[in-house]
């Protein structure tokens, strides 16, 4: 069974940085992307970015020139780097696995908060 752990959020003013981690534990094999999704307060998860296999990537309109996808196969790890941090880009931030272009499992989130 397939386990998704992110880490790597928390407290940063507008305009700095933070990476996110989600490590996977398990088989991936059935699974051929891999996305990261937000959640604020009141509103809708939404896709932040994905990276497929082949690794071909999709980035949001609202962060894409400020986030950047990547993935380390060996280590089984998806990666979010985030530049440029707004207020509206807090939220929980969830990592998930993709099967036949849709989100087949979750991890738990971590939540970014920008303030200053």
């Known amino acids: 069974q397939v386990q998704l752990v992110e880490s790597g959020g928390g407290l940063v003013q507008p305009g700095g940085s933070l990476k996110l981690s989600c490590a996977a534990s398990g088989s991936l094999y059935v699974f051929n992307a891999m996305g990261w999704y937000r959640q604020a307060p009141g509103k809708e998860r939404e896709l932040v970015a994905s990276?497929?296999?082949?690794?071909?990537?999709i980035i949001a309109d609202t962060v894409k020139g400020r986030f950047t996808i990547s993935r380390d196969a060996t280590k089984k790890t998806v990666y979010l780097q985030m530049n440029s941090l707004k207020s509206e880009d807090t939220a929980v931030y969830y990592c998930?696995?993709?099967?036949?272009?849709?989100?087949?499992?979750w991890g738990q989130g971590t939540l970014v908060t920008v303030s200053s």
């Open positions: 998930a696995a993709h099967r036949f272009g849709h989100p087949d499992v």
């Open positions: 990276i497929g296999n082949g690794g071909n990537e």
